[in-house]
Structures are given as structure tokens and as C-alpha cells.
């Protein structure tokens, strides 16, 4: 079984390890036969991955945060290769679901004897995830993070706390299953693969990746008491029974924003729109965990 890693140079906090080195040091100790590819710019992961696919190897590796495995995810769909993960991001979402381990060692073991599982795939406005999407307030603060100078929990935290006194809620027409219309307010609006955002921040703690649905979470505004309820709730996988939040399951969302309204995909901002057309692609992608 060959193995192709994608290395995004610039992922995680510890820049000090040569993880290309370990890498080789962790692979060549599993037996693998593998090559490792380094990223360059953005969206090249997804060239790679797709270019990996086309030369053969059956695991394509992910080395880095969230957008990496989005990238890498993206580039595998449709392909014969399975998408494999060693995280090294702030949150790790994906990882975190499907239970990979977190350490370089154990994740470049897990990838070299993987077992195979196909898993749900969603797609917003064209644009695959894997994880998480999301409209309002969430994907304000991805775009704001981005900016930041520095990634990690403490610097997310420190975004959405100074942005929460700012951020206010859009007028939004939802439609689920191309049969349920409703009115609301969209503070949050995510659309769950699976069931956290990253960092153990369980926003849609029931969601299953392989049950052909998404998630739906909707918070349409966010008052202090509210706030401590969501907040807990995020943190200890207990916001479908907290009240800070309403929960539906679909496979297809439109939605119309009465002004524009930031979206991210998987964490990462994407842009402003006001038309959203989000549906969910039963196992789709294939991994190795």
C-alpha cells in the first residue's frame, strides 16, 4: 500500500519539529512505502491530493489543520484514494470525530494500517466540507481569526469574546427538505457532518457522519444567559438538551439572508452571500482510521 503525505509547512503552534524527518522516521518504522509532498500556496493541497489519487497511492495523508483536510478532502472525491489524517491544526475536528490520534506517532501509525470506512460528505454553495459549515456569527469570527497573527484555542477564544458585543443577528427564510419554510434570525447557523467544530466544542454532539443527514443548529440570537448556556453547552456536549439552541436534520437547506451573511467551510472562511443552497452526499469520501 503506498502512502502520499501532504505536508502544509505552516500548520500548528509548534513550528520547532522537523516533521518531515519525523514523518519519515515514524513511516519507515511501520513498514510503509511512501513519499511526501509539501504544500505551497494555497489550495495546492487539493492539486496534490488529486494528483496523488491519479498516481496510485491508496492513502493520501492530510499532514496539517482543518483547511488541509478540507483541501485534501476535495481533492480525493471521486478517486480511489482514501483521505488519511495526522493532525496538526488548532482544532481538529475531523481527527477528533473519527478518533485519530492527535500525536504525530500514533496518527502516521493509524494512517499506515488503517482500517477503511466511507463517511457523509456536505457541500455549501459548491463548496465541500467534511466537518462543519456555517453561516453568521461563527464564520465572522473564522475570518477574524484568520487575521490574527496567531492560531491556537486562546486566540479563537479571544476573537469571539471581543466580537460577541458587536455581532448581531440577520433576518433569514430557511427551507428543509424542500418542504419546511420557516422565518428566524441567524446568530449561528451550522450545518453539521459531524458533531464538533474542533477542540471538543460539540456543536452538534447527536450528529452521526455516516447517517445521510445533516445536523442543522440554529441559534437566532444570543443574550448573556444565553451565551453561558451555549457556552457550556459547546464544551460539554450538551447543547442539544441546553436550550441555547434548535435542532433539525436534512439533506438539502436553502436559505436567503435578508443582507449578506459570512459563511466558512470546515473553520475557514469562505466569503459573504446572501443565497445558500447546502446538501449532503451520502459516504462519499472515503478514509483510513
Avoid at 51 to 73: I, P
Avoid at 96 to 103: N, T
Avoid at 161 to 179: A, D
Wanted: aromatic share 8%; charged share 15%; with cysteine.
Amino acid at each position: 500500500m503506498r502512502i502520499c503525505f501532504i505536508l502544509n509547512p505552516t500548520s500548528g503552534t509548534n513550528r520547532s519539529q522537523d516533521v518531515p524527518a519525523l514523518l519519515t522516521r515514524y513511516a519507515t518504522t511501520a513498514g510503509a512505502e511512501f513519499a511526501i509532498w509539501p504544500t505551497q500556496y494555497a489550495g495546492h493541497a487539493e492539486e496534490l491530493a488529486r494528483q496523488a489519487a491519479a498516481e496510485g497511492y491508496r492513502v493520501v495523508a492530510a499532514v496539517g489543520g482543518d483547511g488541509t483536510v478540507n483541501e485534501v478532502g476535495r481533492g480525493l472525491l471521486g478517486t480511489q484514494a482514501a483521505l488519511g489524517i495526522v493532525p496538526r491544526g488548532s482544532g481538529n475536528g475531523l481527527a477528533r470525530h473519527l478518533h485519530i490520534p492527535l500525536d504525530l506517532p500514533g496518527a502516521v501509525r493509524r494512517v499506515c494500517q488503517p482500517t477503511f470506512q466511507r463517511i457523509d460528505t456536505g457541500e455549501i454553495n459548491g463548496r465541500p466540507f467534511f466537518c462543519t459549515a456555517g453561516l453568521g456569527f461563527d464564520a465572522h469570527v473564522s475570518k477574524l481569526f484568520a487575521r490574527a497573527g496567531t492560531r491556537g484555542l486562546s486566540t479563537y477564544v479571544k476573537v469571539a469574546l471581543r466580537e460577541y458585543r458587536r455581532f448581531r443577528p440577520t433576518p433569514v427564510q430557511v427551507t428543509l427538505q424542500g418542504q419546511e419554510l420557516f422565518d428566524t434570525h441567524c446568530y449561528v447557523l451550522a450545518f453539521a457532518n459531524a458533531a464538533q467544530y474542533g477542540n471538543n466544542a460539540y456543536i452538534a454532539p447527536r450528529a452521526d457522519i455516516q447517517d445521510g443527514l445533516l445536523d442543522v443548529c440554529l441559534i437566532d440570537g444570543l443574550s448573556l444567559p444565553r451565551a453561558v448556556r451555549v457556552g457550556l453547552g459547546l464544551a460539554l456536549g450538551t447543547l442539544a438538551v441546553s436550550g441555547g439552541a434548535v435542532y433539525h436534520t436534512s439533506r438539502h437547506v436553502l436559505v436567503r439572508a435578508a443582507t449578506p451573511l459570512g459563511f466558512h467551510v470546515d473553520g475557514d472562511y469562505v466569503e459573504d452571500a446572501t443565497d445558500f443552497e447546502v446538501a449532503l452526499h451520502p459516504l462519499a469520501l472515503e478514509v483510513a482510521v
